[in-house]
């Protein structure tokens, strides 16, 4: 199966994974990917993810497996609500004096920079603009 947007389905699984209120789930591995579940796992909205080796018939092929994480009183996952924002039909670039707020800072959006994978507050702080990714609160 050929994805055209191979983000979309990453935030998609996650998002499915959440409402059915999965521990883990698994996502085919590219190194965005990765970077995004990384500043996933610092912003403290995952518990853990490791990619793996997955042999299937004659092939060999990564995935990375995403630990969600629950409150444990109330079982709500960290990640309330994630949405892809520049797409592959319309890709949406900010400079550093127009980076986004998310929820009223409580999220976070996920830009590509020049530098990397970063989120909106270390933009900030480096003064880098990128593409928008996705809002993550």
């Known amino acids: 199966?050929?994805?055209?947007?191979?983000?979309?389905?990453?935030?998609?699984?996650?998002?499915?994974?959440?409402?059915?209120?999965?521990?883990?789930?698994?996502?085919?591995?590219?190194?965005?990917?990765?970077?995004?579940?990384?500043?996933?796992?610092?912003?403290?909205?995952?518990s853990n993810y490791e990619v793996k080796d997955v042999q299937k018939k004659k092939s060999t092929f990564k995935e990375i497996v995403i630990k969600l994480k629950y409150d444990p009183n109330t079982g709500e996952?960290?990640?309330?609500?994630?949405e892809r924002v520049s797409k592959p039909g319309r890709r949406i670039y900010v400079g550093v004096d127009k980076l986004p707020v998310v929820k009223n800072h409580l999220g976070i959006a996920v830009l590509t920079t020049s530098k990397g994978i970063k989120t909106n507050?270390?933009?900030?702080?480096?003064?880098?603009?990128?593409?928008?990714i996705c809002y993550i609160w």
């Open 121 to 132: 507050k270390q933009c900030k702080r480096e003064n880098l603009g990128g593409e928008v």
């Open 77 to 82: 996952c960290a990640i309330r609500g994630i």
């Open 1 to 46: 199966m050929v994805l055209t947007d191979p983000i979309a389905d990453m935030l998609t699984r996650i998002r499915n994974a959440i409402m059915r209120k999965h521990e883990e789930v698994k996502i085919p591995h590219s190194k965005m990917k990765e970077a995004i579940a990384k500043l996933l796992l610092s912003e403290g909205f995952i």
